[in-house]
């Protein structure tokens, strides 16, 4: 969070200087990978591309703090999302290949790293497993750092239905934690 | 009954710890193993890691890429080599000695220092004849668009199906 220096950076980056926008990057970057991965699943680094080029190309006609600014990045996200699952609709995508081809791990894939990318990724996962509005709302609040206010602006909702959907949520999620042998036995109730 | 325990679950999340969990503020030590779990599980999802910050040369290239001049130029409407098509005499209606054109340099004519790169100049833009655009003669018309349900845009049809291929211009603006 870059706090009081955000407005000269945001300043120096809509002029077009590269570190400004560096810093931008670095501040919002890891929020906005992890948003992508819960809501838009596999091509989450690809949608993060296409927003980072629209932000980039809309950054000197942006006015507003850093909290602003989030909530603006999102909004561009979540449009993205919604444009990526029109096309995917309309042009499926059908993979083959050999399966022990797709699962060898890659050379310099280490226990250690393995281990590291399991846990955050688990954690993703678990949260991802929530109906979708809930998972959203979660992340929005949580890892992107937004309030109630600006969630529901960026997802269109109004904030009781926000609050409500991020509750019950959550209830869900320590449910799942509390007994997580039934999870794993894949005990639905 | 099946159902009980998830509701005894959902239930021992107090509205206040939910909402700490959401602000980031984690839970009290002695809060319940679910609450506890949860907030793990939420801080483990929202601590950065440095390979997520591995793209950051990839993002600053693109970001250069799409704020050059030239691409601000663009974005604002213009397309390369279109831009004085419209306003330039016909062909037909110039001299035979103008047809040939005069070789320019880069950067030259009167296009200042706020013209944006490949920009045609203003003003008479090519004092010393128009460079030829059709090869076929000074009659040659563009033919009309088809009716048929073609996708493909008109401009690029009529100079595929003559055979010019895609650096030809239309001489008077037909396209």
Redesign the interface.
Known sequence: VLEREFRDVLRAAARGDEAAFARLWRDAHPPLLRYLRVVAGEGAEDVAAEVWLEVARRLARFRGGEQEFRGWLFTVARRRIADQRRHSRRHPVWLTGDDAELERPAADDTATEALDNLTTEAALALIATLPQQQAEVIVLRVIAGLDVRQVAQVTGKRPGAVRAAAHRGLRTLAARLSAPADHERGVTR | M??L??IG?????D?AV?EG????RGCCPEA????Q??AH??D??????EE??A??A???A???L??SPVARWR?DGNEPGCAAAGAQPRVSDQEPGDQVPKARAIGEGKGGPEDPPGRAPEGPPWPQGRPLTSRRGADFRCPPPLKSASRLPQARHWRYSVGLGPVMSCPDGQA
Do not use: I, K, M, N
């Open positions: 099946p159902y325990p998830r679950g959902r239930q021992s999340l509205p939910a969990l959401l602000a980031g319940p193993a679910g609450p779990a949860l599980v939420l483990v999802a929202s601590s950065p890691r997520e910050l793209g950051e990839a993002a600053v693109a970001f250069l799409v704020t974005a």
